[in-house]
């Protein structure tokens, strides 16, 4: 059986192979790659937009249906139940598990319980493959990703998006610069791991002095409750803030990209940009989704 | 093995069937026998020799487990803290088999992963799992590293 959980259980070829799965889906050059006959079970113990609705869309697209539980407080979790007995009864259910959880290694341990595959749609600070998998789509639908030079920005110490991407790019030839607040910046042991892992990892304090060095610029949204107060929280905030005007001088095929949702840290004016592929990025959920679902149950 | 001689100061009675755990990292005999689950409330006659004095280590301790014949599995999950341990399983006050203790690939169940966010600290019914990496203990669950101090974090 074949669960997604973690970017640490992939190795480059089967990333390529599900980007290149994805392509097909989204060309439509894959129009026998049905689910017309299959359930999947929509878990999302936590809120989401992007992602549930990505992954019901993709079902959808893919001629399947899903079903869903939307919140904790609409399930047995209120009544005690413990996860593991949720997946053993909902792998009775379905033909595929789609799981979000505020645990980190939720989807771990459903996928030892489930009798269906298990799809992680993102287990607390931990792990969320599915975005880096479209964060990787979307880089490599302008320029292939070996050689680039891609900037983090953010709430790296937190960030679980940042850290799966981070990872994942280690498998590539790509220079990664790492751009946070002091306090947020890149947990010392993944920074640690990236270098093993043979990448060069550059730390820098301003976005100011790296941007026009980057092809890819990957913002995360800077969380005002790890701040002691509101004012640091706009303080830091507004120095890491992307605009028209910090974008002069880059590079021209700079792509700027970002989960969503953002919370000021990107100027509506940017979106304007020949830089702003966010939305795009989020579109591209749907492909990549639907490439996901199909690979563990067809 | 315990100094036998009781002008040293110290004397173990020598046990006639069980386990003897030797060259335990001094002062780590009571997380040894957290390690093992024996506890005050378990049946098990033990005896605890810490600090006694070692050629080979300086300073060791000792343990005596009577009547109970640890297996391999047990043994090696206290590898972790004391790997320099050698265990003598007693028949008859005869030792009749001598082993060290190998740090497992994967330890399950011995150590509490210290992230409060991972799953294993819920009630979920699994036990904790590490991988044993050079750099540390690597939680299977949620990718949290134990660098050090890993005795503060046994279950």
């Known amino acids: 059986m074949y669960h997604i959980i973690s970017i640490r259980d992939l190795e480059r070829k089967d990333l390529d192979y599900l980007l290149d799965r994805a392509r097909e889906f989204e060309t439509g050059n894959c129009r026998s790659c049905r689910l017309e006959d299959k359930l999947a079970a929509l878990l999302f113990f936590e809120p989401s937009t992007r992602t549930r609705m990505s992954f019901a869309t993709a079902m959808a697209r893919l001629g399947g249906r899903s079903i869903s539980v939307d919140s904790v407080e609409a399930s047995s979790i209120v009544k005690g139940e413990t996860l593991a007995d949720t997946i053993r009864v909902v792998s009775g259910y379905a033909d595929a598990i789609v799981l979000r959880h505020p645990k980190e290694g939720a989807a771990r341990l459903a996928s030892e319980f489930a009798t269906v595959p298990v799809i992680n749609a993102g287990d607390g600070a931990g792990q969320h493959p599915s975005q880096t998998l479209l964060d990787l789509y979307t880089i490599r639908q302008s320029t292939p990703i070996d050689g680039l030079d891609v900037g983090l920005l953010g709430d790296l110490r937190y960030g679980r998006t940042a850290h799966s991407l981070a990872l994942a790019l280690s498998l590539y030839d790509v220079t990664l610069h790492t751009i946070a607040p002091g306090g947020l910046e890149m947990p010392a042991n993944l920074t640690l791991e990236l270098r093993e892992r043979g990448m060069e990892v550059i730390e820098h304090e301003n976005v100011e002095e790296v941007v026009q060095e980057l092809d890819v610029l990957y913002v995360t949204r800077i969380q005002r409750e790890r701040f002691p107060d509101s004012a640091s929280y706009y303080n830091v905030a507004s120095s890491y803030r992307i605009t028209p005007d910090l974008l002069s001088g880059v590079r021209d095929n700079l792509m700027i990209l970002h989960p969503l949702p953002r919370a000021g840290e990107i100027d509506p004016a940017v979106d304007r940009t020949p830089y702003a592929r966010y939305f795009e990025q989020a579109k591209n959920g749907v492909p990549v989704r639907m490439a996901l679902l199909h690979e563990v149950m067809q | ?155």
């Open chain 2, 1 to 155: 093995m315990t100094k036998k001689d009781p002008s040293g100061g110290l004397v173990i009675s020598p046990i006639k069937n069980g386990t003897v755990i030797d060259h335990i990292t001094a002062g780590e005999a009571l997380n040894v026998l957290r390690i093992l689950g024996i506890t005050g409330s378990t049946r098990e006659c033990l005896s605890i020799a810490t600090n006694v004095r070692s050629k080979r280590m300086g300073r060791k301790d000792v343990v005596k487990i009577e009547n109970r014949e640890l297996r391999t599995e047990e043994v090696d999950r206290i590898a972790l803290i004391a790997p320099q341990a050698k265990i003598n399983i007693i028949r008859d006050f005869q030792v009749v088999e001598k082993k060290g203790v190998e740090i497992p690939e994967i330890i399950r169940g011995v150590v509490r992963c210290p992230n409060p966010g991972c799953i294993t600290n819920t009630n979920e019914p699994v036990a904790s799992a590490f991988e044993v990496l050079p750099k540390g203990l690597h939680c299977l669950y949620c990718d949290w590293l134990i660098k050090d101090d890993i005795a503060d974090h046994i279950i």
